[in-house]
C-alpha cells in the first residue's frame, strides 16, 4: 500500500491552526499549495537540502510554535546531515514529513536511494529523533495529524506516497513576497 | 583599558559584544580552531542557542528560517566552508534574508597546508559573486569597527555581510605532531 500524495497531504493538513509549515522544492511546494494556500507556508523553490534546516531555525526562534518541514526524498537525501543536527538540538515543536516515492520527480522520476531502501525512520531514530515511522496507508494519516500538533519532537514520519505525475499546483514564487507574507501572518497571530 | 597584547587575542571578544548589542539569538558553525574562542562565548550565554552543524550550508538555511521566526543568527565559517554553502547562498538573495557571516581564512599568509589554498584563494571572490559584501580584517584592532559595522549593513538593511578574518590576524595553524 502507498499514499496518493494529494490525498495524504491535504489530510495532513486539515484544521491546520497556526501551524508553520516550510514545503520543500518541487513536488512537495505543489502538494501544500494544492492543499490550500496558506501565508504561513514558507515555500521553496530552491535551497535543495535546506528544507529541514529552515525550519530548525524557525522552531528554535519560535518555541510555542508547531514547525513542520515536508521536504521530498531527494531534498531529504541532500540535507541528511540536518537529522544529526537536529538530533542535537532536540526541538521538540519540531517534525519533518517526508513525502517518499522513491524518485526524484522534477528531473524525470529517477530511483532515488530509498529506492533501494534506505530508511529514513531508522537513520532519524539514529539520530536521537524522539519518534520516527514510516506510514503507508490513509487510516495513519490521523496519528500523524496528531503527532504534527502535539508529539514531543523532533519526529520524523516518512510517508510513502506512490510516484504518479500528478498536475502542477503553482503557488506564489517570489521569495521576497513569500517571505514578507509569512512574517506578517506570523506576527499577527 | 585593553593592552595591545589583550587586542591580539581578544577579537573574538569584540565580535561577541556587538553580537549581544546587535541582539543575535542564534549561531550556527563547524568547530573551526579560529573561531574557538567566539564559539566558547556563545555556548556559555543563555540568550544564545548555538547550533552545531555537519556542513557550513546548513547554516545558511538556519540563519534564514530564525529571520522567518524574528531572531537575528549569524555564521561562523572557516574559509573552504564557503565553498560548501554556494547553491544555498540562493536562499539569501531570493528573500533578501540578513546574514552576517564571519569567515576565519586558510589558504593565505603562512599556511601550511597546500589542500587549503585552492579555496583559500577563491573565497572572497566566491563571496562577491554569491551576493555578499565582503570586508577584510588585517589586524585585531579593526575587528571591532568592522564587524560592528557588518553586524549593523546585515540586520538593518537586510543584506549578506562577510566579514574575512585574515589568516596573518588568526595566526597560522599550528601543527603539531
Known amino acids: 500500500m502507498m499514499l496518493d500524495r494529494r490525498q495524504f497531504v491535504q489530510q495532513l493538513l486539515v484544521d491546520r491552526g497556526d501551524l508553520l509549515v516550510v514545503p520543500g522544492l518541487g513536488s512537495a511546494t505543489y502538494d501544500i499549495a494544492a492543499a490550500g494556500d496558506h501565508p504561513l507556508n514558507f515555500y521553496l523553490w530552491g535551497a535543495m537540502g535546506g528544507t529541514t534546516m529552515i525550519a530548525l531555525g524557525l522552531a528554535l526562534a519560535r518555541p510555542e510554535r508547531r514547525v513542520v518541514a515536508i521536504p521530498g526524498d531527494g531534498d531529504m537525501l541532500m540535507g541528511l546531515g540536518s537529522l544529526a543536527t537536529i538530533g542535537v538540538k532536540q526541538p521538540t515543536n519540531f517534525v519533518v514529513v517526508v513525502l517518499d516515492n522513491a524518485r526524484y520527480g522534477e528531473t524525470g522520476m529517477q530511483a532515488s536511494h530509498t529506492d533501494a531502501g534506505v530508511d529514513f525512520a531508522a537513520l532519524a531514530l539514529a539520530c536521537r529523533f524522539r519518534q520516527a515511522r514510516t506510514v503507508t496507508r490513509i487510516e495513519q494519516v490521523a496519528e500523524v495529524r496528531q503527532l504534527l500538533h502535539a508529539g514531543e519532537g523532533p519526529i520524523l514520519i516518512n510517508a510513502k506516497i506512490k510516484p504518479e505525475d500528478v498536475p502542477r499546483v503553482l503557488p506564489l514564487r517570489d521569495g521576497h513576497a513569500i517571505k514578507q507574507r509569512f512574517v506578517a501572518a506570523l506576527n499577527a497571530v | 583599558m585593553h593592552s595591545p597584547a589583550d587586542i591580539a587575542t581578544s577579537w573574538p ?165
Open chain 2, 13 to 177: 571578544d569584540a565580535i561577541y559584544a556587538h553580537f549581544r548589542r546587535v541582539g543575535v539569538r542564534q549561531v550556527g558553525y563547524v568547530p573551526d580552531a579560529g573561531h574557538s574562542r567566539l564559539i566558547t562565548l556563545c555556548q556559555n550565554d543563555r540568550q544564545i542557542t548555538d547550533v552545531v552543524l555537519t556542513t557550513e550550508e546548513e547554516g545558511v538555511a538556519l540563519v534564514a528560517g530564525a529571520a522567518l521566526g524574528g531572531q537575528r543568527a549569524a555564521l561562523l565559517m572557516q574559509s573552504s566552508g564557503v565553498g560548501n554553502c554556494v547553491n544555498m547562498f540562493s536562499l539569501l538573495r531570493n528573500c533578501g534574508f540578513p546574514c552576517i557571516a564571519l569567515v576565519t581564512m586558510r589558504g593565505e599568509f603562512g599556511e601550511f597546508n597546500p589542500w587549503q589554498v585552492p579555496m583559500g584563494t577563491i573565497t572572497e571572490a566566491v563571496l562577491r559573486l554569491c551576493g555578499f559584501l565582503t570586508y577584510r580584517v588585517e589586524s585585531a584592532d579593526a575587528v571591532d569597527e568592522i564587524v560592528g559595522a557588518g553586524c549593523d549593513m546585515a540586520f538593518n538593511g537586510d543584506l549578506a555581510i562577510a566579514v574575512l578574518l585574515s589568516q596573518r590576524l588568526i595566526g597560522p595553524k599550528q601543527w603539531t605532531r
